[in-house]
């Protein structure tokens, strides 16, 4: 069964710093997104990855994908209150679903 | 506005009550989803669609059915609810035959059953 694992599950940092989220998965697959829910909302998407070493970047937050080492990270840059939300990353190793992980809790504290 | 409707946004029912969870989308996308989300678990696939008329079982589809007459139209049903359905539910869409460039997820459905 596909694991997807999200490191850490809640994080709480300063405005200003810097952090990366992590996303591991158990079984091959070349496709990789990111999504962004605040609380009592939907999903938004934020980054497809669909490639080994591709680089997306929007704002202050920069995805990337290791399809070797199954591992994709969200870097935040200079965080700011506007990015707390949970964050999740979900991996689609065939066309029919896509697995999510547990999802990060991000608090951005002034 | 290209988008996901879900309704009805929160529902309380009883247990065995039978209820339908509408899901449309505007974007003329052929694949349609409907996803779980409870605490510590992420989201769980119940059932998708690929188009019109084929439908067929995610990872977590005891006690739901679905239909896909129409290419916008996506219910879920819960023929008799039990309290460990109680969860937020997400429609989703997406242009490809699959989830290929990421879905369009609904604003979602709070059901509580008691």
């Known amino acids: 069964e596909l694991k997807v694992e999200q490191n850490p599950l809640f994080l709480s940092m300063q405005e200003g710093k810097n952090y990366t989220i992590y996303c591991n998965y158990s079984?091959?697959?070349?496709?990789l997104y990111w999504y962004r829910q605040d609380p009592g909302k939907s999903l938004e998407s934020l980054f497809v990855l669909l490639s080994n070493g591709a680089v997306k970047q929007e704002g202050r937050l920069m995805a990337s994908l290791d399809t070797k080492a199954r591992l994709s990270t969200l870097h935040i840059t200079a965080a700011v209150h506007d990015l707390s939300a949970t964050y999740f990353c979900?991996?689609?190793?065939?066309?029919?679903?896509?697995?999510f992980g547990t999802g990060t809790r991000l608090t951005v504290i002034p | 506005e290209a988008q996901v409707t879900q309704n009805p946004r929160y529902l309380i029912t009883v247990t065995g009550k039978k209820l339908t969870v509408t899901c449309s989308q505007n974007?003329?996308?052929?694949?349609m989803s409907w996803y779980r989300q409870d605490p510590g678990l992420g989201l769980r696939q119940i059932y998708y669609s690929m188009n019109v008329e084929v439908t067929d079982k995610g990872d977590v589809p005891e006690g739901y059915k679905v239909s896909r007459k129409e290419k916008r139209n996506f219910p879920l049903i819960l023929e008799s609810p039990s309290p460990n359905q109680t969860s937020l539910y997400f429609c989703a869409s997406s242009p490809d035959r699959g989830p290929g460039y990421g879905y369009t997820f609904g604003s979602g459905t709070r059901l509580t059953v008691v």
């Open positions: 079984t091959t697959s070349d496709r």
């Open positions: 974007m003329n996308h052929e694949y």
């Open positions: 979900a991996v689609g190793p065939g066309a029919n679903n896509l697995f």
